[in-house]
């Protein structure tokens, strides 16, 4: 949990130390069959809607669409082997945990054509949004600066095509996941002490406490170890937000918007980089007091959620860029 001195992807996503894959969203965007116009529908209601409902559905055991018990696959386009970003992950997330799909692999229907698949008959696609940029008109105060509009298409999942096969997947072992996140973490610098009695981040000190490595206990889906991992990948979400760092503003006590929203932005860094790990990411016991938190931001604010996930994306790829410039021995 963030205090300001208060308390508290697979694995080929990243390499040693760092991501080495980066999305091409745009590519992947470019070969889609169907766009669907902001004018015919709100695309923030409909994701929101989208999102809040997976999250209301889990809300009474405080699962959210991105604890499976299992590691989940952040989703990677067939086509271009592109892996969404940002609020998109969420959306195929919660997709696919709705319609119980197992794999991470999604693709537009053109895209499915050109790979000799065929989408099954009846079959629905699921939402994904971009960015489209328009020119402003000459003259206009703006019109140096581009001017973008959401839009939104559909894709469909690799269970919902037939003639077409996942690539298979190289295993990790656990002891060479759990290097890879240490010299990921090692990589990035922060300041990290163990032996505390909570996990937090101190704004004031630029420092991460956790508890020791063996206060963490296992369950029946998840292992010690990555209970522990997941807790500091949440915190070093946190480090991300500092002023001198991606500068967020973190609020002031608990139960304001701006710190819940903190809580929210380093929640979903934590699922990305949990899941790019491939480690399990369950709920923390301090959820329940959030959840109500999140779930009234969304309802007052439609485009929270995409401000949310896209913190949570900048936070990784900064997270991934010190990694890379820092790559150890």
Not at 36 to 55: H, M, N, W
Not at 247 to 271: C, H, K, P, Q, V
Request: a neutral charge.
């Amino acid at each position: 949990m963030n205090n300001l001195n208060h308390h508290i992807t697979p694995s080929r996503a990243f390499g040693s130390a760092g991501i080495v894959r980066r999305s091409r969203c745009a590519q992947e965007i470019a070969m889609s069959s169907t766009v669907l116009s902001e004018t015919k529908f709100d695309v923030y209601r409909t994701v929101t809607a989208q999102i809040v409902a997976g999250i209301e559905a889990g809300a009474g055991t405080c699962v959210m669409p991105w604890h499976t018990g299992h590691p989940i696959t952040l989703p990677v386009n067939a086509s271009t082997e592109a892996g969404y970003k940002g609020i998109n992950i969420l959306t195929l997330w919660v997709a696919a945990t709705a319609k119980g799909f197992d794999t991470g692999y999604w693709a537009s229907y053109r895209q499915w054509q050109a790979l000799g698949a065929q989408v099954r008959k009846g079959e629905l696609g699921s939402i994904i949004v971009f960015y489209r940029e328009f020119p402003r008109e000459e003259g206009s105060q703006d019109a140096d600066r581009p001017r973008f509009v959401v839009r939104a298409t559909r894709v469909f999942n690799a269970a919902q095509v037939e003639g077409w096969k996942p690539p298979t997947e190289d295993r990790v072992s656990a002891i060479e996941t759990n290097a890879r996140i240490e010299a990921f973490v090692r990589a990035t610098q922060a300041d990290i002490r163990t032996g505390a009695s909570g996990a937090r981040y101190r704004l004031r000190d630029d420092q991460i406490e956790l508890p020791a490595p063996e206060q963490f206990i296992s369950t029946t889906t998840r292992t010690a170890t990555e209970a522990y991992y997941a807790v500091l990948l949440h915190e070093l979400t946190h480090w991300t937000g500092a002023p001198h760092r991606l500068n967020r503003e973190f609020g002031a006590r608990f139960g304001d918007r701006a710190y819940a929203f903190e809580e929210l932005i380093a929640e979903l860094g934590s699922a990305f980089l949990c899941s790019a790990f491939g480690i399990v990411n369950e709920p923390r016991p301090d959820h329940a007091a959030y959840i109500a938190s999140w779930l009234k931001i969304l309802d007052k604010d439609h485009r929270a959620i995409f401000t949310a996930a896209n913190q949570a994306q900048k936070a990784v790829e900064y997270l991934a860029a010190l990694a890379a410039s820092n790559p150890g021995p």
